[in-house]
């Protein structure tokens, strides 16, 4: 069974720095491009970044770049999104998702991880 | 950058209706487009991808339809179940992707 867990979620204040994980079972992560797309509460989905299978190639929605660094482990099977200079908009739920086809096609979630920036 | 807009950005229906979602791109993508349902606190769900094709597992009366700027997702007869927000997606500006804003569709 393909599972995705997200983690490392919490209140933080503006201007501060957190670091998501995800931690993916049942399938071969290093097969795929891995996605985060995040859902500010109330609103509509954004992607938010993306890594290539070895890693050599990250992309990112304009908002984040300079701020935010997508990675992975294939080794520990697991993906992260470590984020700088956090922001009030920042404020959303983060979903780690499996490319199916490099462009952008997700079929396995995980359940998701809040992001609180707040003072 | 593509946008994407939806309408109607909410509507509410009853069981057995048929329902029609329009998505739009502020320029040609093709069939690069795809469909997700998404319920309250849980994942969004890939419904249909490549404009038409529906994703394995998803009941056969979700249908789309669509090419260029102007698709579509039909309910052919709206259960229960299919309270929820769906979403657009375009895929042809990879490795940027965008949604659209999403509609709610009320029972």
């Known amino acids: 069974e393909v599972q995705l867990v997200e983690s490392g979620g919490g209140l933080v204040q503006p201007g501060g720095s957190l670091r998501l994980s995800c931690e993916v079972s049942?399938?071969?992560?290093?097969?795929?491009?891995m996605s985060w797309v995040r859902q500010a509460p109330g609103k509509g989905l954004e992607w938010v970044a993306s890594i290539q299978q070895e890693g050599s190639e990250k992309n990112y929605v304009d908002s984040v770049k300079g701020r935010f660094t997508i990675s992975r482990d294939n080794a520990k099977k697991s993906l992260y999104l470590q984020m700088y200079s956090l922001r009030g908009d920042d404020t959303a739920v983060y979903y780690c998702?499996?490319?199916?086809?490099?462009?952008?096609?997700?079929?396995?979630w995980g359940q998701g991880t809040l992001v609180t920036v707040s003072s | 950058d593509i946008q994407m807009t939806q309408s109607p950005s909410s509507l509410s229906a009853s069981v057995g209706d048929r329902v029609t979602i329009t998505c739009r791109a502020s320029q040609s993508i093709g069939n690069y487009l795809n469909w997700y349902q998404q319920k309250p606190g849980k994942a969004p769900k890939l419904l249909i991808y490549a404009a038409s094709t529906l994703q394995s597992g998803v009941p056969s009366r979700f249908s789309g339809s669509g090419s260029g700027t102007d698709f579509t997702l039909t309910i052919s007869s709206l259960q229960p179940e299919d309270f929820a927000t769906f979403y657009c997606q375009q895929s042809y500006s990879t490795p940027i992707f965008t949604f659209g804003p999403g509609t709610k569709v009320d029972i």
């Open positions: 049942g399938f071969s992560f290093n097969r795929y491009w």
């Open positions: 998702a499996r490319d199916d086809s490099g462009m952008g096609l997700w079929v396995y």
